[in-house]
Nanobody
């Protein structure tokens, strides 16, 4: 069983930056593919970024060049560095850990981009 706790959300002005963290409990963190999703009000949850056990990364088109996903296996933590934030990035951001039949979600952290 893996428990995920996101942190780092908040209110930021357009053009600003935030770094989200996803702390995982349990063992074998390094084998999981870590993913970030987001859900804006009235919209479906959408994929943002992933990093696999080999540190290969993939990003959704709207965030390419602005967001960076990373992981620190010594701290059982994944990160999402978000730069050049736009109002359309406003959403609840969720962390996900996936491996074969295991699929775990955090409770989410709110990111609001507004002047």
């Amino acid at each position: 069983q893996v428990q995920l706790v996101e942190s780092g959300g908040g209110l930021v002005q357009p053009g600003g930056s935030l770094r989200l963290s996803c702390a995982a409990s349990g063992s074998f963190f390094s084998i999981y593919t870590m993913r970030w999703y987001r859900q804006a009000p009235g919209k479906q949850r959408e994929f943002v970024a992933l990093i696999d056990s080999g540190r290969n990364t993939n990003y959704a088109e709207p965030v390419k060049g602005r967001f960076t996903i990373s992981r620190d296996n010594t701290k059982n933590t994944a990160y999402l560095q978000m730069n050049s934030l736009k109002p359309e990035d406003t959403a609840v951001y969720y962390c996900n850990a996936y491996w074969v039949n295991d699929d775990y979600w955090g409770q989410g952290t709110q990111v609001t981009v507004s002047s």
